[in-house]
């Protein structure tokens, strides 16, 4: 089938498109340069054309979210919607069901979300999800950071061994990339424990967080993945963790990037996800304000530093995490209902449903942290768009969000007129802050860079060969000034005009039109396979001790893959 | 027990097969096969091994309709489906039970027929822990692998749970006897506490026995909290049990490195039924305060943990869930299969891979005597006497490959072993075929001319 | 003012849903309207009128002028006045699930009995019970740990279990009798309770009051007994007689209060020595 979108207005920054009239045509799923006279028309004169969104950074699949939506009803219920003759029912808020996860998904015209954090031995739970997830393509990353061979590997400093072992577990868990999560911190919280810092020893295992991470990210470039590491530091939500973060970032400054064609596409060897809960100075929430100046300056100076901003948007949500600590921490404060989930030798998790509230001073400085933070990075191609969905707000909300960042007038009249807390003037800068994004740097946070963060090859732009993921959004840019009309934005973001998802129309005028099965996106080392033999080999005495499966058990077999997106990576 | 010597006389090993039985989900068993069907089981303990050695004579061989005398009579596979198919196609308040030895796959399916027709989807917690999941509702759910009880815990509880007769290998293959990483010397590095009004196999096996009243469980537990938070108890005794023992297992569970709580149905089914998991949920809560806790229910059938996971990433609701009016709906008291059945709501019954006939009770058998009832299973049971029609599926684990979650949420893939009886078919296939059968009875009711979001998703706290 | 009159001709086994037939809805409709009505049955929709002859009286701008009558046995219509905001609803008869649930504004009145989750989450108006209720009466959704937060709940008759649970507002009066666990996890507002309690009132409360006039079968440990008081006052109302003071749940360190009649309960003081003073007020009060 061909298609033309006819005179829309392309916003392409992976192409350096920028509002340009034009064309956009394609075929069988693909964006071709031409189609012939045949080619069904599809006319969008005047409106917004971009690649179709991708999120870098979400939790949409996985056990964490079926303990959440198991243990509250009381979300799912927020969420209700009746089907229709395409869509199946609809149900939840902050935690919705797989079907609705990807109706919502692609009614904001995205097309690839991240699932980011995957633990191994569940891994086929998370494929199961991905399944039931329509329209939208997921790249799962596993957990590696709490991983007990994992915290070996890195204090014999074996990083071979490590290569092959992260070889081998993203083909037994059809993985994408390398995730850690608060680093020796979770395996500290198998005793009730967590580490403080950067330098922090996990308990027994005589090895500190610095030395997982340099040992990953060096396995990481020595492979050659698309995706560089993935990292949600130490301290996450307490005040003064700055250093820590810091001191993260900045640890890994001397590893070359991967100079393979695999890992050629991204210009990163570290991604900092939802940085906006590591931005934090001060002793105690008394004494707590903004670091997200000081932050953001490190990334300005540091190209080889990516993130993502976690942007809290004031809504009844539910957090999850591997930092499970953490979790325990917040539950302490508010008393709400609190779940947790320990993996064995591998990582935890930690849930609690959360208010955000505008009224709240702590709410609310971390509502303005996070916008200073995208404010405060001058490249866009190093800040992505991300709520950490669900943890600092539901992913339904990166229309407002946008709407937010398009419009300073609006920010200032929310600060202005009370409507948030008065911390967001006192304890941030954002108030003086005066720049506004436009549709070019919005396309650039929400598809470009965290495509290119991610090392996909196949999306995220609109060049010919690429997946036909294309959104059509209901504004006309010459005619319009999203400064002055937040909600305009937030609703034409809300509700694509179009949406294809290789090459197929799946949204049309906010409306799902029609359903396809999702893809999941998984990297396939080639060059590693005598290594990864004998790094099976060396640890299956203990991993037959010790897991409470069999190794059989353990792999994600084909039969939870359906449809893969197979990422070669020629890593010799 | 008698001794019996090894069975020699085999044609070949499948090794690394699990156990289709309780939620433990054994996956380490080696199924000896001789003929087509597996003539001795290594590993498993004897509950799993007599399930998987299945008895012949029981099973359910070929599809039957009730004719009009009421005798189940012998038909062709699509007279059986026909019929099956009407009966859902015409009802105004289907039901489809049970699930919970069945596999993912097959669920699948279930859900599509069941959100297509608008019945009701519901399975064994609603007998066993649907409490415990309420609990979890109200209170938390702080779980952990079994592998990591293995690896760390130093104490372990069992509460209203016999472990040692209904998960036979629970405590030699994760909790009280594995050696762990942390804990090298096995059963020697652990204390075992088991909290039941008898003195139960488990507690045998226990350091320590704790055997307060029946239906004494909410005022113990609250005691016990009450203890933790430094107060001191005005009664000599709670529910049976002296104070100074109170404060003795208090301390001792708050000095415990790495402490785990496995609860049974002996806690769900007393006076005050979720409340007395609502509380064991706080206490354990409480006690990560000083230390590390966890809990886990020892869920019974060996997918029943799966329907419940299952269903909430497809609908949201891990049960009883309502597709009636098109949407999702759960409310305790409403769409649960045992209290629509004795307010005699139901005019058809799907049961599959289950046994309500001898589980459920009275007042919702006599109903289903009066209603269309639709078996999906393998064996003869009550149940059968009860159905209209028999649909004879096959042994997942054993003769089709599935997917099924532990108790603690591990999933399992259960493979296939052995060709399946010529005349039986795959449960997932069954209730696929029923799905195209019913969507070509009766257009799909219920459904919204075009999407209405939620108001709920309107809803910003600053409006 | 509106009239509309629901007079049963049939009875189903399959409950009918009115969430859509509440005052909000219908203030304007018609005889007309309500015959071309499809009233919910499972998962089909059948003609209000096979069940309900339908007469309408009068003229309503608003929902607050309708004032709404079934007369016979709904105790299969489900979500009677679920939701409303205002106007009246009498039942004469029984009523099934969820009636006046998440109601916020007009009176539901039900001459008979109710089954569970009568008053479930409301938000304010008053909801009245002549006879008896099952189960989580006022209480909340399932998870939810807000529930009922205004308005006002009267049972004539007997509570079932768990009534009032995590209430964080608003008033529960029951005349009969109450099952075990009152106001569990409640935070805020008053349950009073005339009759007998069987057991654990206000199990894990943290805040709010329970006041029992009856008999109470037995308390939980995380309740400290303050003492005896006189026509104690409770959030502006005075309580005339001498109660026994607790608060708690001290399990979670709870602040709520829990009086319970001292008359009927000294048997919980008899531990205290018979010379005691204040068990002998009792003794002089009860002989006045
Ligand atoms: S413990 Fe349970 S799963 Fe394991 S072999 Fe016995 S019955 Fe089967
Ligand atoms: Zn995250």
């Known amino acids: 089938m061909e298609y033309i979108l006819k005179n829309g207005i392309v916003y392409d920054p992976a192409n350096e498109v920028n509002g340009e009239k034009m064309d956009i045509c394609f075929k069988d799923g693909k964006i071709v340069e031409d189609v012939s006279a045949d080619a069904e028309v599809l006319d969008v004169t005047d409106k917004i054309v971009m690649p179709a969104g991708v999120d870098p950074h979400a939790h949409v699949a996985g056990p964490k979210l079926v303990v959440g939506r198991l243990y509250r009803p009381e979300d799912e219920r927020r969420g209700v919607a009746q089907k229709t003759k395409v869509t199946r029912a609809e149900a939840g808020f902050s935690i919705p069901s797989c079907p609705t996860t990807g109706y919502r998904y692609s009614r904001m015209g995205y097309g690839t979300v991240c699932e980011a954090a995957m633990p ?133 400054k001397d590893i070359a990037k991967s100079t393979k064609a695999s890992a050629g596409v991204r210009d990163q060897t570290i991604h900092c996800t939802h940085a906006q809960f590591h931005s934090y100075t001060g002793n105690s929430w008394k004494d707590a304000a903004s670091g997200a100046e000081e932050v953001a300056d490190f990334i300005n100076k540091n190209p080889y530093v990516t993130c993502d901003v976690g942007q809290v948007t004031f809504d009844e949500t539910t957090t999850m995490t591997a930092d499970a600590p953490m979790e325990y921490d917040l539950f302490k404060i508010s008393g709400l209902k609190w779940a947790n989930k320990d993996i064995e030798c591998e990582t935890a998790a930690g849930i609690i449903p959360c208010i955000y509230s505008p009224k709240t001073p702590v709410s609310t400085l971390q509502w303005a942290i996070g916008l200073e933070l995208f404010l405060h990075i001058e490249n866009p191609w190093q800040v992505c768009l991300t709520t950490d969905h669900p943890n600092a707000g539901p992913f339904i909300r990166y229309p407002k969000i946008i709407s937010w960042l398009m419009s300073a007038e609006k920010r200032m009249s929310m600060i202005d007129n009370g409507e948030v807390h008065k911390w967001a003037s006192k304890r941030t800068g954002l108030a003086g802050l005066e720049r506004e994004y436009d549709f070019y740097e919005i396309a650039t946070i929400s598809r470009a860079a965290p495509a290119r963060i991610h090392g996909f090859q196949d999306r995220g732009a609109l060049t010919p060969g690429y997946n036909a993921d294309i959104a059509v959004y209901d504004i006309n840019p010459n005619d319009f000034d999203p400064s002055k009309d937040p909600e305009g934005v937030e609703k034409a973001f809300s509700n694509a005009y179009y949406t294809i998802k290789d090459g197929q129309i799946v949204v049309k005028d906010g409306d799902i039109v029609s359903t396809k099965q999702s893809h999941t996106i998984w990297t396939n080392v080639i060059g590693y396979e005598e290594e990864e033999k004998q790094i099976i080999d060396s640890i299956m005495p203990f991993f037959t001790q010790y897991y409470s499966v069999k190794w059989e058990n353990y792999q994600v077999h084909d039969h939870y893959v359906p449809n893969p997106t197979r990422v070669d990576v020629e890593a010799k | 027990m008698t001794y019996e010597p090894p069975v020699t006389d085999y044609d070949h090993i499948v090794e690394n097969c699990t156990c289709a039985f309780c939620g433990c989900n054994c996956d380490d068993l080696d199924f000896l096969v001789k003929d087509g069907h597996v003539v001795a089981v290594r590993h498993a303990c004897r509950l799993g091994a007599s399930k998987v050695m299945e008895d012949m004579d029981q099973r359910l061989l070929v599809p039957m309709v009730r004719n009009e005398e009421g005798v189940l009579e012998e038909v062709d596979w699509d007279t059986a489906l026909d019929t099956a198919a009407k009966y859902i196609a015409e009802s105004v308040r289907p039901v489809f039970y049970g699930w919970s030895e069945t596999s993912t796959e097959c669920m699948k399916e ?205 609908t949201g609701w891990a049960f009883g869930v309502d597709f009636c009016r098109g949407y999702g709906r759960y409310m305790m008291g409403e769409t649960n299969t045992i209290d629509l059945l004795v307010r005699k709501e139901p005019d058809c019954f799907m049961v599959i891979a289950a046994d309500p006939g001898a589980h459920f009770p009275n007042g919702a058998n006599q109903h289903l005597a009066n209603i269309p009832v639709i078996q999906i299973d393998i064996h003869w049971g009550p149940s059968t006497e009860l159905a209209d029609v028999v649909l004879p599926g096959s042994f997942i684990s054993v003769e089709c490959g599935g997917t099924s979650y532990r108790m603690d949420g591990v999933p399992i893939w259960m493979k296939k072993a052995i060709d399946k009886p010529e005349t039986c078919r795959d449960d997932e296939w069954i209730v696929r075929e029923l799905k195209e059968r019913v969507m070509k009875l009766r257009e799909e009711p219920n459904v919204a001319d075009e999407y209405v979001p939620n108001e709920g998703l309107a809803c910003l706290l600053d409006k | 003012m509106k009239t509309i009159t629901f007079d049963q001709k049939k009875t189903s086994s399959i409950a009918l849903e009115f969430d859509e037939l509440i005052t909000d809805n219908i203030y304007s409709w018609t005889e007309e309207d309500f015959a071309a009505y499809k009233v919910p049955v499972g998962n089909s929709r059948f003609p209000i009128t096979d069940y309900f002859d339908i007469t309408v009286e009068g003229e309503a701008e608003s929902p607050a002028e309708v004032k709404m009558i079934l007369n016979g046995d709904c105790n299969r219509v489900k979500y009677i006045g679920c939701k409303m905001s205002a106007g009246e609803v009498v039942v004469n008869g029984d009523a099934d699930l969820h009636v006046g649930a998440e109601m916020s504004g007009g009176v539901v009145t039900v ?166 003073d204040e068990y002998n007020a009792i003794r002089e009060y009860r002989a006045q």
């Not at chain 2, 609250?222 to 005794?237: F, T």
């Not at chain 3, 005349?175 to 009759?195: P, Q, R, S, V, Y």
């Not at chain 3, 001498?242 to 608060?247: A, G, L, Q």
Request: aromatic content about 8%.
């Open chain 1, 120 to 252: 191994p031995l569940e891994a086929k739970h998370t494929h199961e999800e991905i399944n039931t997830i329509p329209n939208i393509d997921i790249n799962p990353l596993p957990l590696f950071g709490n991983n007990w061979f994992v915290m070996e590997y890195a204090r014999e400093n074996r990083i071979d061994d490590l290569a092959a072992f992260i070889a081998a577990m993203l083909r037994v868990s059809k993985g994408y990339g390398v995730k850690i999560v608060n680093p020796c911190g979770s395996e500290a919280w198998g005793w009730g424990m967590n580490v403080h810092g950067y330098d922090d020893k996990a308990p027994y295992f005589d090895v500190t967080s610095r030395e997982v991470v340099r040992a990953l990210a060096k396995a990481n470039e020595q492979l050659g993945l698309p995706h560089s590491i993935h990292i949600h530091p130490n301290d996450l939500g307490h005040p003064g963790n700055v250093p820590t973060t810091i001191a993260t970032l900045d640890s890994i």
């Open chain 3, 111 to 276: 001459f008979g009995n109710v089954a569970a989750h009568a008053g479930r989450e409301m938000k304010g108006g008053k909801l009245e019970i002549m006879g008896n209720t099952k189960e989580f009466c006022g209480a909340s959704y399932i998870g939810e740990w807000r529930g009922m937060s205004g308005g006002e709940i009267i049972i004539h008759g007997n509570a079932g279990k768990q009534c009032g649970e995590c209430l964080v507002g608003g008033k529960i009066h029951v005349l009969g009798d109450c099952d075990i666990l009152a106001g569990i996890h409640m935070t805020k507002g008053t349950i009073e309770i005339d009759g007998n309690v069987n057991r654990w009132p206000g199990g894990q409360m943290k805040n709010g009051n329970i006041v029992i006039h009856g008999k109470v079968g037995r308390l939980l440990e995380g309740f400290v007994e303050q003492g005896i008081v006189t026509d104690p006052e409770l959030d502006g109302i005075v309580y005339p007689g001498r109660y026994i003071e607790y608060k708690g749940d001290i399990a979670l360190n709870g602040k709520g209060t829990l009086i319970i009649d001292a008359e009927k309960n000294r048997d919980r003081l008899s531990t205290w020595i018979e010379e005691d």
């Open chain 2, 110 to 314: 279930g859900v599509e027929l069941g959100e297509y027709i608008g019945a009701v989807l519901d399975n064994q917690a609603t007998i066993c822990h649907g409490p415990s999941l309420q609990a979890m509702q109200n209170a938390g759910y702080p779980i952990q692998t079994l592998g990591e009880v293995k690896n760390r815990a130093d104490v372990i509880a069992y509460s209203g749970s016999n472990a040692m007769n209904s998960h036979p290998r629970h405590l030699a293959r994760y909790a009280a006897f594995p050696r762990g990483y942390f804990r090298q010397r096995g059963r020697f590095d652990r204390t075992v506490i088991t909290m039941d009004p008898k003195f139960s196999d488990t507690a045998k096996m226990s350091d320590k026995w704790i055997g307060f009243e029946q239906n004494g469980d909410y005022g113990f537990y609250n005691a016990l909290r009450a203890v933790l938070k430094g107060k001191k108890l005005q009664s000599e005794s709670v529910s049976g049990i002296p104070a100074e023992d109170i404060y003795e297992l208090a301390a001792e569970m708050e000095a415990a490195e790495f402490g785990v709580l496995f609860f049974g149905l002996g806690l769900t089914h007393t006076l005050g039924k979720q409340r007395n998991i609502d509380i064991a949920i706080k206490l354990v809560q409480d006690l990560n305060t000083n230390s590390k806790w966890g809990l886990t229910p020892m869920r019974g059938h060996f997918n029943v943990n799966g329907f419940n996971i299952f269903m909430a990433y497809e």
